[in-house]
């Protein structure tokens, strides 16, 4: 029996969607990395994950800077959302899930190195303006032009960090399918919320978190970054009432 959901028109719009783009083009960074990886040294890979970190540092640090914030909510949202997290222990999880991932992949044992790859990317390429207008603009009027821009820029950034980390870069991509076509999805209900100073909030905390991220592929920290995920979300609410 046909159905309508499978018609050639339907299908081509989920194929060029912005959200199924910018999935494939960061596996497709992603394999291109890893690939590279094999015939790197190992001391040339521990430069390179230091080099890495640094251009991440460089990204949180510009993020921060907004001009329409309240620092009080950045504080309240990062301060619950730690304790949300903790609670959740969302960092046990995930390094759960990572290690039955290597075990599947026999890749070594090396658990810490996919978790800090997927948390890594999957920071780098959701939290932003970008994924979030892009995404917002993708299912209201179908125009996926800033998706399109978004989703270069992730795959060279997934070629660059999967060259170091590996596996955990290119499992983001799943991560970026399921955040952007969530959003898209619910565009039109997510639209009033998402105004542009709730946005802000949202970037600033991303940043926030890619920072310590940072710091932890440098060595300086061990911050389970995590546990404050929860943190990201927070301003929707936080923001109705300060």
Same mark, same amino acid.
């Given at each position: 029996?046909?159905?309508?959901?499978?018609?050639?028109?339907?299908?081509?719009?989920?194929?060029?969607?912005?959200?199924?783009? !910018?999935?494939?083009?960061?596996?497709?960074?992603?394999? &291109?990395?890893?690939? /590279?990886?094999?015939?790197?040294?190992?001391?040339?890979?521990?430069?390179? #994950?230091?080099?890495?970190?640094?251009?991440?540092?460089?990204?949180?640090?510009?993020?921060?800077?907004?001009?329409?914030?309240?620092? +009080?909510?950045?504080? #309240?949202?990062?301060? /619950?959302?730690?304790?949300?997290?903790?609670? @959740?222990?969302?960092?046990?999880?995930?390094?759960?899930? *990572? !290690?039955?991932?290597?075990?599947?992949?026999?890749?070594?044992?090396?658990?810490?190195?996919?978790?800090?790859?997927?948390?890594?990317?999957?920071?780098?390429?959701?939290?932003?303006?970008?994924?979030?207008?892009?995404?917002?603009?993708?299912?209201? %009027?179908?125009?996926?032009?800033? +998706?399109? =821009?978004? =989703?270069?820029?992730?795959?060279?950034?997934?070629?660059?960090?999967? %060259?170091? +980390? $590996? @596996?955990?870069?290119?499992?983001?991509?799943?991560?970026? +399918?399921?955040?952007?076509? &969530?959003?898209?999805?619910?565009?039109?209900?997510?639209?009033?919320?998402?105004?542009?100073?709730?946005? *802000?909030?949202?970037?600033?905390? $991303?940043?926030?978190?890619?920072?310590?991220?940072?710091?932890?592929?440098?060595?300086?920290? !061990?911050?389970?970054?995590?546990?404050?995920?929860?943190?990201?979300?927070?301003?929707?609410?936080?923001?109705?009432?300060?």
């Amino acid at each position: 029996m046909f159905c309508p959901y499978l018609d050639g028109d339907y299908m081509l719009k989920i194929f060029t969607s912005g959200a199924f783009v !910018n999935f494939i083009l960061v596996i497709l960074g992603s394999g &291109v990395g890893m690939l /590279l990886k094999r015939g790197i040294p190992e001391k040339i890979q521990k430069t390179l #994950i230091a080099a890495v970190a640094l251009c991440v540092l460089y990204i949180g640090v510009t993020g921060v800077f907004e001009a329409d914030i309240s620092v +009080l909510i950045i504080i #309240i949202s990062m301060a /619950l959302g730690a304790v949300i997290g903790q609670a @959740l222990n969302l960092d046990g999880l995930l390094n759960k899930l *990572a !290690n039955k991932i290597e075990g599947k992949f026999k890749s070594g044992g090396e658990s810490g190195k996919i978790a800090e790859g997927f948390v890594g990317a999957t920071l780098l390429f959701c939290v932003g303006a970008m994924t979030v207008v892009g995404s917002i603009d993708s299912g209201i %009027s179908g125009d996926n032009a800033t +998706l399109y =821009s978004k =989703s270069v820029i992730d795959c060279i950034s997934a070629a660059v960090m999967a %060259s170091s +980390l $590996g @596996l955990g870069v290119m499992l983001s991509a799943f991560a970026v +399918l399921f955040i952007e076509g &969530v959003l898209t999805l619910l565009a039109s209900v997510v639209e009033p919320i998402l105004t542009a100073y709730v946005v *802000a909030h949202i970037s600033v905390i $991303g940043s926030l978190l890619i920072i310590a991220l940072a710091l932890n592929m440098l060595k300086i920290t !061990n911050i389970k970054v995590m546990n404050i995920i929860p943190a990201v979300f927070l301003p929707l609410l936080l923001c109705l009432f300060m």
